[in-house]
């Protein structure tokens, strides 16, 4: 029989493999371990880039990496709330930056700023996102564009972006999407059509990029209590929630942390929804 390590590969950029396994073995780490003076496995501190990191679910990102160490660049169009979350983070030099993912000139900006000044990215979240809810017969044109062009194009545009640093020393990348772009729902089609993007996407992307040791996850969240669900009436919704709560922003968060830092999963979506998916 031939052997594994025989077997050569092509990946996505043209680039000649042999032996994955073997590879493999050193690639599944792609971020060095430390020891802390108990000998406990401590991961060394990455890059974080947090795009919507300013407000809700990326705020709560970005206080979760900053929690574990790692450094964070917080981007969201409000330049001054980006940089008072950034301010606010545990640890030393966070950064906070203007940017507004739908415009591809914003996106390059914001990364060359990255790579001058704070280095190669390791992990890149894609928390921005807006919705513009409406059943399709009374939605407008430029709503729908708003929508799609920051929720869909906004993280291809930002993962772009991000892979140029992370191709050469691998990365993690977590984007946001949604319960309903898995299970739809009625007034939301433009949303769950750019959520549902999402998931292609990402599971494209994944196996776009596995060969250069960076990993591509999708979180999908419920109903989170957030600026985005605040003018919900509540009571009606929670009736439909298996877990009968909104979830927390640090929920989701301890969801995107766990998938950035998780070695061998990939191309992966993850609900966190108290369930909502179950009564949908
Ligand atoms: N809350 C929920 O129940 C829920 C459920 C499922 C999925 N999600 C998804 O989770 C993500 C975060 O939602 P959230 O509830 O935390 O919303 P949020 O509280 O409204 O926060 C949205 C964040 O995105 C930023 N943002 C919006 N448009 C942007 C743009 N064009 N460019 C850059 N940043 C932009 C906002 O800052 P600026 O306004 O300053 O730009 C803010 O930091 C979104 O993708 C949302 O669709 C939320």
Redesign the pocket.
């Known amino acids: 029989m031939r052997s594994l390590s025989s077997y050569k590969f092509t990946d996505a950029f043209g680039s000649t493999y042999r032996a994955p396994r073997a590879v493999h073995s050193t690639w599944r780490h792609p971020f060095k371990f430390t020891f802390s003076d108990n000998n406990e496995r401590v991961m060394m501190s990455r890059l974080a880039v947090v795009?919507?990191?300013?407000?809700?679910?990326?705020?709560a990102v970005s206080q979760l990496l900053a929690q574990r160490g790692h450094r964070v660049v917080v981007?969201?169009?409000?330049k001054e709330?980006?940089q008072v979350t950034a301010a606010s983070l545990p640890g030393e030099k966070h950064l906070g930056l203007s940017?507004?993912?739908?415009k591809e000139e914003d996106v390059q900006r914001a990364f060359e700023t990255i790579s001058k000044t704070c280095g190669t990215v390791g992990y890149l979240v894609?928390?921005?996102?807006?919705?513009r809810d409406a059943l399709l017969l009374r939605s407008k044109s430029e709503d729908m564009l708003s929508v799609l062009?920051?929720?869909l194009l906004?993280s291809m545009l930002t993962c772009r972006g991000a892979l140029r640093s992370m191709l050469s020393h691998g990365g993690a990348i977590v984007n946001?999407?949604?319960?309903?772009g898995v299970k739809g729902n009625s007034g939301q089609c433009v949303?769950s059509a750019s959520?549902a993007g999402l998931e292609g996407f990402t599971r494209s992307l994944a196996k776009e990029v596995a060969t250069r040791n960076i990993r591509v996850n999708l979180v999908?969240?419920?109903?989170?209590?957030?600026?985005?669900?605040a003018g919900l009436e509540k009571e009606d919704a929670v009736r439909r929630i298996p877990l009968g709560c909104?979830?927390e922003?640090a929920e989701?968060a301890h969801a995107v942390l766990f998938l950035l830092e998780s070695p061998y999963i990939t191309g992966q979506l993850l609900l966190v929804d108290g369930g909502l998916q179950l009564a949908l």
């Open positions: 795009f919507g990191g300013s407000r809700g679910i990326g705020r981007l969201s169009r409000n709330t980006a940017c507004d993912v739908s894609n928390a921005a996102g807006i919705n062009h920051t929720n906004g946001i999407g949604s319960v309903v949303y959520k999908a969240p419920g109903l989170i209590r957030t600026d985005m669900t909104f979830g922003p989701v």
